[in-house]
């Protein structure tokens, strides 16, 4: 019988199924995940920029550009409540 102070063991990374993990990097980037996530809402915004006439693509391009920021945003919220839970 374990204690149940002790952690879970898991088992060892299959590397037929998960290659990355035999050279040692097994895992994401989600700083560098975050900092492409506003890199591309300024990417969108930048559109707004240009020799257009019409407005109805300034429309999709703020919708777009806000629905991602306000995701980035979401997920910032969410990552620091999550010990919480």
Known sequence: MSSSS???????VD???EPSADWGWHGS???GMKIAGWVSVLATFSLLIGNHHGRTEDIWVIAFGTGLALLLIWDQVRSRTSWRR
């Open 6 to 12: 002790e952690p879970d063991k898991r088992p060892a």
């Open 29 to 31: 980037l989600p700083k």
């Open 15 to 17: 590397t037929h199924d």
